[in-house]
């Protein structure tokens, strides 16, 4: 479908969401064409169109002739289904006519079927595993309606068995949770090992999409602070983007220093170390950090052991922080279903706005409680990023100068 603009006040916009003021359309239509005039991203969240579409629910993509070079996209959901990745998009295209005033926006609905890297083991996996729980499942479901039968059989009986019963029941519950768990969890397991290289080759085409206007590098390096003001799908990539940088970086500074200076190496590999346990630490590996961090300030000494692990914390942070706002996007979706849930959201809301700081330091600096929990609940909260790295930054120097202090007090270190 096209929408036209001519030069009499008389034409309007008409149709979908480009219904609005004369006036507003044509600052509007202004603005997209001195954008496509520098060659930049008229609008946030549109991309170049890619060289090749991904197709196989049409033999060919036509192009506009009068549109080459001036088509853009905006990127919808994509779905997976087995060994292929279903993207739906809109494609935009922009034609100045000979008339100067007059232009044309054109817009056509895209459906891309692409196959999906390791599609064969990604099948096997659906096949075989997949199966397989599925069978497990339906035959564990069926032992433990048995159990439960003879459960309610022992209660029916009344007297001492009305316990045995009760006792029965209740194992059997906890049985069919484990077995249920146990195979959710092999079934998540097999999935995302399959269908990695793939989630990986799809950051990276979105990633390269948005890098290739000023626009979109713009964004991203916006994003990287104020990710609440990011469209999911860019959210997805500058976080992709930020977390590959960062073990890159990792990996790069540990082979130089353990190469170019070899007598700094054992040094070097204990803070290595404690920065990527306190990283995955803090997302959540259910493990104490502090036998770590002790043995850390014997080899590093304080600040420095402080200082990696604090850098390992906020690092991890600002990852839990791109997580959890996607999850304040769902809570803030779904906060029309109930009013008593809309104003409890608020209220957290307003509570992280006001002493999210000051809680944030308390959580993290408390020896012992997860840190997981504190980042993806304050993170999911509404909380400005730089008041949520500062409350993190805060209580993990509170914590772990503590600790090497009061080691250091009682064993007399330095």
């Given at each position: 479908?096209?929408?036209?603009?001519?030069?009499?006040?008389?034409?309007?916009?008409?149709?979908?969401?480009?219904?609005?003021?004369?006036?507003?359309?044509?600052?509007?239509?202004?603005?997209?064409?001195?954008?496509?005039?520098?060659?930049?991203?008229?609008?946030?969240?549109?991309?170049?169109?890619?060289?090749?579409?991904?197709?196989?629910?049409?033999?060919?993509?036509?192009?506009?002739?009068?549109?080459?070079?001036?088509?853009?996209?905006?990127?919808?959901?994509?779905?997976?289904?087995?060994?292929?990745?279903?993207?739906?998009?809109?494609?935009?295209?922009?034609?100045?006519?000979?008339?100067?005033?007059?232009?044309?926006?054109?817009?056509?609905?895209?459906?891309?079927?692409?196959?999906?890297?390791?599609?064969?083991?990604?099948?096997?996996?659906?096949a075989s595993v997949g199966r397989f729980v599925a069978r497990a499942r339906r035959r564990?479901?069926?032992?433990?309606?048995?159990?439960?039968?003879?459960?309610?059989?022992?209660?029916?009986?009344?007297?001492?068995k009305t316990a045995l019963g009760n006792l029965l029941q209740n194992v059997v519950l906890?049985?069919?949770?484990?077995?249920?768990?146990?195979?959710?969890?092999?079934?998540?397991?097999?999935?995302?090992?399959?269908?990695?290289?793939?989630?990986?080759?799809?950051?990276?085409r979105m990633a390269g999409a948005l890098l290739a206007t000023e626009d979109g590098r713009?964004?991203?390096?916006?994003?990287?602070?104020?990710?609440?003001?990011?469209?999911?799908?860019?959210?997805?990539?500058?976080?992709?983007?930020?977390?590959?940088?960062?073990?890159?970086?990792?990996?790069?500074?540990?082979?130089?220093?353990?190469?170019?200076?070899?007598?700094?190496?054992?040094?070097?590999?204990?803070?290595?170390?404690?920065?990527?346990?306190?990283?995955?630490?803090?997302?959540?590996?259910?493990?104490?950090?502090?036998?770590?961090?002790?043995?850390?300030?014997?080899?590093?000494?304080?600040?420095?052991?402080?200082?990696?692990?604090?850098?390992?914390?906020?690092?991890?942070?600002?990852?839990?922080?791109?997580?959890?706002?996607?999850?304040?996007?769902?809570?803030?979706?779904?906060?029309?279903?109930?009013?008593?849930?809309?104003?409890?959201?608020?209220?957290?809301?307003?509570?992280?706005?006001?002493?999210?700081?000051?809680?944030?330091?308390?959580?993290?600096?408390?020896?012992?409680?997860?840190?997981?929990?504190?980042?993806?609940?304050?993170?999911?909260?509404?909380?400005?990023?730089?008041?949520?790295?500062?409350?993190?930054?805060?209580?993990?120097?509170?914590?772990?100068?503590?600790?090497?202090?009061?080691?250091?007090?009682?064993?007399?270190?330095?």
């Amino acid at each position: 479908m096209s929408f036209s603009l001519g030069p009499s006040r008389g034409d309007a916009l008409t149709q979908g969401p480009l219904q609005r003021e004369e006036d507003e359309v044509v600052t509007s239509l202004m603005a997209t064409r001195v954008a496509l005039a520098r060659g930049e991203s008229p609008l946030p969240g549109l991309q170049p169109e890619p060289r090749y579409w991904d197709n196989l629910v049409e033999e060919a993509c036509a192009r506009s002739p009068y549109a080459a070079g001036r088509r853009y996209v905006v990127k919808g959901p994509e779905i997976t289904e087995g060994g292929l990745r279903i993207g739906f998009d809109l494609l935009v295209g922009i034609l100045d006519e000979t008339d100067e005033t007059l232009s044309c926006i054109e817009v056509e609905d895209r459906v891309s079927v692409a196959t999906r890297a390791l599609a064969g083991a990604i099948e096997a996996e659906r096949a075989s595993v997949g199966r397989f729980v599925a069978r497990a499942r339906r035959r564990g479901d069926r032992v433990f309606r048995a159990h439960q039968r003879r459960a309610r059989r022992l209660r029916a009986e009344g007297g001492p068995k009305t316990a045995l019963g009760n006792l029965l029941q209740n194992v059997v519950l906890l049985e069919r949770r484990v077995w249920h768990a146990t195979l959710t969890g092999v079934r998540k397991t097999t999935k995302t090992a399959t269908g990695f290289p793939d989630a990986v080759r799809a950051r990276l085409r979105m990633a390269g999409a948005l890098l290739a206007t000023e626009d979109g590098r713009r964004r991203v390096r916006y994003g990287l602070t104020h990710p609440q003001d990011l469209a999911t799908h860019e959210k997805a990539v500058v976080l992709f983007l930020g977390t590959l940088t960062l073990l890159f970086t990792l990996i790069v500074a540990h082979f130089a220093v353990t190469l170019a200076v070899p007598s700094f190496a054992e040094t070097w590999r204990t803070g290595f170390l404690l920065f990527l346990y306190a990283y995955i630490q803090s997302l959540g590996l259910p493990l104490p950090i502090e036998p770590l961090i002790i043995y850390s300030g014997t080899v590093l000494g304080i600040i420095p052991t402080v200082a990696t692990a604090v850098a390992a914390k906020i690092a991890a942070g600002w990852m839990a922080f791109f997580l959890g706002d996607e999850v304040n996007d769902r809570l803030h979706a779904k906060k029309d279903q109930s009013p008593r849930y809309a104003k409890f959201l608020a209220w957290s809301e307003r509570f992280a706005n006001k002493y999210g700081l000051l809680a944030m330091a308390v959580f993290i600096a408390i020896p012992g409680f997860p840190d997981a929990v504190a980042l993806y609940v304050f993170g999911s909260l509404g909380m400005s990023l730089r008041r949520y790295l500062l409350g993190i930054a805060l209580g993990a120097t509170a914590l772990y100068t503590a600790v090497l202090l009061g080691v250091a007090a009682l064993f007399g270190l330095h």
